[in-house]
């Protein structure tokens, strides 16, 4: 993965738009990968993808990553993130493994639950996975990914992690289909910050930790949640990826980059924009004043962020231009 110098182990991405569905301005998948190129050529360290499938509609974003690999040499590919608990484990890590192998080993999978919301429990059903077995069958799925991916005998013995459960059994199942990265991709999960158990579940199970932090101080607070579960299952906390996913909107006048951002979140939603804004990190102003928001989160203990805009196709330049090189000069300051 790039390092640009000086950046103390700063990685900034972005979010790819890949979102469809009736009333929201979808850009061409072609666009999406024309970005990631861009991206890339502008020093930024990763592209993500999300995924859903009837609540938030998108293109797949394994195929769409897939694309971008074979368009790119460098950037890190990541989903942020992926609703791994409606897929059957075998065909995940398959699909995985293909992926990261395509990739050169820069696959990310960020992994979520899903919002507590009718549409997402209607996509759930109409999955056909009980959308109240979810936190059980994320976990399982990736300890049996994990276990599919892996390599030595611990990871294909039959009572390894995830090989058999109430969902499903794996034993003596063996996959064929290799990654590039030794053991597969790293999980990071997605989790509320006002669950301990979600905070315990991530330092436990997870490499990697990736909420909508709704401030740098939030973001404190859970993170130390993270790590202290981390070390109580006997786990090295510095092992761990500590990132965040945020939203901003840039302009040079902050009330036209808070229009612009209510615009796009409210309709995403369906809810008001300031109660989003109260559970998910937001920002609208210029980029000078996003860098300062953004090296709060770094002094916080985030070392991977990746951003979403109202618009990638405008904020991409400005993002890697401005914003993330006083990021990485701010976050120097506190390593």
Do not use: N
Request: with cysteine; hydrophobic share 45%; glycine share 10%.
């Amino acid at each position: 993965m790039h390092t640009a110098e000086g950046d103390s182990g700063l990685r900034i991405g972005v979010l790819l738009p890949t979102r469809q569905g009736t009333g929201f301005d979808a850009a061409p998948l072609a666009t999406a990968l024309e970005l990631a190129e861009q991206a890339e050529a502008l020093g930024l360290d990763s592209v993500f993808a999300g995924e859903s499938i009837l609540a938030r509609p998108r293109h797949d974003p394994y195929t769409v990553l897939g694309a971008v690999a074979a368009r790119t040499e460098r950037i890190a590919l990541g989903t942020s993130v992926a609703l791994v608990a409606l897929h059957p484990p075998l065909l995940l890590a398959q699909r995985l493994a293909t992926l990261d192998a395509l990739s050169g080993g820069r696959l990310v999978v960020g992994a979520g639950l899903g919002i507590d919301h009718p549409g997402t429990r209607a996509e759930f059903a109409a999955a056909g996975v009980p959308f109240e077995e979810r936190v059980g069958r994320l976990v399982a799925t990736v300890q049996a990914c994990r276990a599919l991916l892996g390599a030595g005998d611990a990871a294909q013995a039959d009572d390894a992690p995830g090989r058999r459960t109430k969902y499903w059994d794996l034993r003596g199942v063996a996959l064929a289909t290799r990654p590039a990265r030794p053991g597969g991709p790293p999980f990071w999960v997605g989790s509320t910050l006002a669950r301990e158990r979600a905070l315990e579940r991530a330092g436990r199970v997870f490499d990697g930790w990736i909420p909508t932090a709704p401030s740098a101080e939030a973001y404190g607070a859970g993170w130390k949640g993270v790590r202290s579960a981390a070390v109580a299952a006997g786990r090295a906390p510095a092992a761990l990826t500590p990132a965040v996913y945020l939203t901003v909107s840039l302009a040079r006048d902050a009330a036209g980059a808070e229009a612009a951002l209510r615009a796009y979140i409210e309709p995403y939603y369906q809810v008001p924009f300031d109660v989003m804004r109260r559970v998910q990190g937001m920002f609208a102003g210029t980029a000078a004043d996003c860098a300062e928001w953004l090296a709060g989160y770094a002094r916080a203990g985030v070392r991977h962020f990746v951003l979403r805009t109202p618009d990638l196709a405008s904020h991409l330049e400005p993002l890697a231009r401005e914003v993330a090189p006083r990021l990485r000069e701010l976050g120097s300051r506190t390593a």
